[in-house]
């Protein structure tokens, strides 16, 4: 496999490694025929060298093959590919004097005559190197396609699931759930009726809206289309240099992009960061806003307290002068206050005990009439009903019996 960027480098690349395969060739070649002089390590170089020529020289017919078979004749391929023709009398010529030189010399020896140049080898490579790059363009396009097409199948898949799950919630509420008759226990038929109706017809909406979104992606097109037609007349039509520049463009513009996502990504930090710091004062300065009310409250329970006490000390100071006043009143009394004799003390207690056993007579005398009233008040009483009865008796008329 030749990895080339380029035709010029791709010439120069092929024709290095293929002067770098002759070389080897030839010092192999020379290498054989001293064999019997080699010891065995030396052997199983060459034997490896060997090998690899082996193989770079059955992937180089491999590749000459798939050429031949695509261009077809081998006349063909050599007009094609500017490769000389020779004569049947010089081919006679070589080969008799490749089979006098054998025999000769008792070895072989390469007619080199008949090999392909270098260049008709790197023109082979190319070609083979530009299909291969072409069939990798297009296997990568069929890739991309196939990935897209799954993406999609796969997208679809995920919104049919939502949708059906989204069904299914709504008819299981709707229905199963909404439309069930209590009393019976079985689902009403006019609601799942109504239901399915109303799915229809959402149904058919849709179905009219995409079609309307469709008919517009077709007009859409065909405007796309008519432009491209008409740069295409006037020759507006971008070339594969102009597409290198919007690759080399896009590059740089790519790189300035990154650039401004690790800028904007810095930023982001430092958003972060400067919200987290906002988000610490802020909770500071909630915690002062709860404690000054606190405080508030406390300086104002503080200053209701200091008015009570303010007014009760008010109140005592003024009872304190007014019992200071009493108190100089009675000090003033007890100044003048003179004992009596003791005798008179002894009148005062006997005068005393006297009307106090005068009150308590006094209070069974009233005891004694109140007992009397209460006798002569039910006396009275039950003499008055019955002077009422008889009244009632009195007035009542006699009425002889009639005869019938």
């Not at 500017?82 to 010399?105: E, H, Y």
């Not at 209701?304 to 200071?324: F, G, M, P, Y």
């Not at 069974?364 to 009865?389: D, F, G, N, P």
């Amino acid at each position: 496999m030749f990895i080339v960027y380029g035709d010029k480098r791709t010439s120069i690349k092929v024709y290095g490694f293929l002067w770098k395969q002759n070389n080897k060739m030839a010092t192999q070649t020379a290498k054989m025929e001293d064999l019997s002089d080699m010891d065995d390590y030396s052997l199983l170089d060459l034997l490896e060298q060997t090998q690899k020529s082996n193989e770079t020289m059955s992937k180089e017919i491999n590749m000459f093959e798939k050429f031949l078979k695509q261009l077809g004749d081998s006349k063909d391929v050599q007009s094609k590919a500017g490769i000389p023709t020779m004569p049947s009398s010089q081919v006679d010529m070589r080969a008799q004097r490749k089979k006098g030189k054998t025999n000769k010399g008792g070895g072989t020896s390469i007619d080199k005559t008949l090999k392909l140049t270098v260049e008709q080898k790197c023109d082979i490579a190319t070609r083979e190197l530009e299909e291969l790059r072409d069939e990798q363009q297009r296997a990568k396009e069929d890739y991309e396609r196939a990935w897209d097409n799954h993406k999609a199948i796969v997208d679809e898949a995920e919104i049919r699931t939502t949708e059906i799950k989204k069904s299914w919630y709504e008819f299981d509420r709707d229905i199963v759930k909404g439309a069930l008759n209590q009393r019976t226990g079985k689902i009403k038929g006019e609601k799942v009726v109504k239901y399915f109706d109303e799915r229809i017809k959402a149904k058919d909406a849709l179905i009219e809206k995409l079609r309307l979104k469709n008919a517009t992606l077709r007009v859409k097109k065909r405007k796309l289309g008519g432009h491209l037609k008409v740069k295409e007349e006037a020759g507006e039509v971008r070339s594969e240099v102009d597409f290198e520049q919007l690759k080399i463009e896009n590059k740089q513009f790519s790189g300035k992009f990154d650039e401004k996502n690790e800028e904007l990504l810095k930023l982001k930090l430092s958003a972060g960061n400067t919200l987290q710091i906002l988000n610490s004062y802020k909770k500071k300065l909630h915690a002062l806003s709860a404690e000054c009310g606190q405080l508030d409250s406390e300086i104002s329970q503080r200053t209701d307290l200091l008015q009570r006490v303010q007014t009760e000390t008010t109140t005592v100071n003024n009872e304190k002068s007014t019992a200071e006043e009493v108190n100089a009143e009675a000090r003033k009394k007890l100044e003048d206050f003179k004992v009596p004799d003791v005798m008179e003390y002894v009148q005062e207690r006997s005068s005393l005990y006297e009307l106090s056993k005068k009150v308590r007579a006094w209070e069974r005398k009233v005891e004694i009439a109140e007992m009397a009233l209460r006798s002569y008040k039910q006396t009275w009483a039950r003499m008055s009903h019955q002077h009422t009865e008889r009244l009632h008796q009195q007035r009542a008329p006699t009425h002889p019996p009639r005869l019938h």
